[in-house]
């Protein structure tokens, strides 16, 4: 047994499970909302579980490791919503096409989106390339994040850091995805992207 299914069957015993009681249509409905409720926090719980189990594979493998923890992790802020402008800034775009190499409103890749919102909002160069891009700004852990910080993803389509994108508030980012899709919006929580998150910077 792999350690995110032992890590998922532990959450699963733990959250337990529902049991039927019958009443009224009152109470049922109340219990139903409930119930919904729950099974949310369990997604998002098992989504956090599994990313952790996921970076803690990753590194013990030798295949990637975070920057260096400091007491200055997520104490850098965004000042006077400039956050929330970078957010604003970057949804614009949402639709735009994706081009591998392009970092213009012609055509974006991921790192070259970012790059371009980050220039056009702060003033600041952070380069083309996930990788490069992460010595830009302050580690922010997860769970922390605010409108305009970068978000970078491993293994998304080959090894190490790969993808990146600019998290625009309730767990949510916007980036430019792939040729198919262009430049979308994505839930961060999701399957996917927390299985593939590797962590985020704040340029500020």
Partial sequence: MSMVQSTV???ASTFGTEVPVHDTPL???RRSSRARLARRAIVRSLSVLI???SLLTMTAGGTLAAPESTAAE???TYQDGTGSYIADYALQFLGYSYVYGGNTP???DCSGFTQYVVQNTLGIDIGHGTAGQL???TWVNWGEWQAGDLVYFAGTYR???SHTGIYIGDGQIVHAANESTGVIVSDLYSNYYSSHYYG???VA
């Fill in 106 to 108: 012609s055509g974006f």
């Fill in 27 to 29: 109470a049922t409905t």
């Fill in 135 to 137: 010595s830009a700004g």
């Fill in 51 to 53: 990313c952790a189990v």
């Fill in 74 to 76: 997520s104490s850098a």
């Fill in 200 to 202: 985020a910077i704040r």
């Fill in 9 to 11: 069957g532990m959450a």
């Fill in 159 to 161: 090894a190490g850091i």
